[in-house]
């Protein structure tokens, strides 16, 4: 099933390495990659409250993963991008 990740990282050297790293480590396809620094951050108010910090513009980036897999190996690729360092928040875009 095709899938649309969403991810807040910091907007630092490496970081959309990292993703893209864990996907190629683990040989998941990525189809399709958009990446964008976040320069309005009011859709984005709700990981400020969920992670009790304060983002700044151009300080993240917003990244867009589309790739085809089933839920079981969704939810871990999801786990595992939520461990590394740079990234604030993965999960699943539902608004496709």
């Known amino acids: 099933m095709q899938r649309e990740l969403s991810i ?3 907007n630092k050297p490496g970081a959309l390495v990292r993703v893209v790293g864990l996907f190629h480590q683990r040989g998941y396809n990525i ?3 958009h990446v964008d ?3 309005d ?3 984005f108010r709700y990981i400020e409250e969920r992670l009790d910090l304060k983002l700044e513009e151009n300080e993240v980036s917003h990244l867009l993963i589309k790739t ?3 839920d079981n190996l969704l ?3 999801l786990r595992q991008i939520n461990k590394l ?3 604030l928040l993965a999960e699943e ?3 496709t």
Do not use: G, H, Y
Request: charged letters at 25%; proline letters at 4%.
């Open 68 to 70: 085809t897999v089933s």
């Open 8 to 10: 807040i990282l910091e």
């Open 31 to 33: 189809e399709s990659l």
């Open 93 to 95: 875009n539902l608004d």
């Open 75 to 77: 939810r871990q690729i």
């Open 37 to 39: 620094p976040v320069t």
């Open 41 to 43: 951050l009011t859709k």
């Open 85 to 87: 360092i740079d990234v």
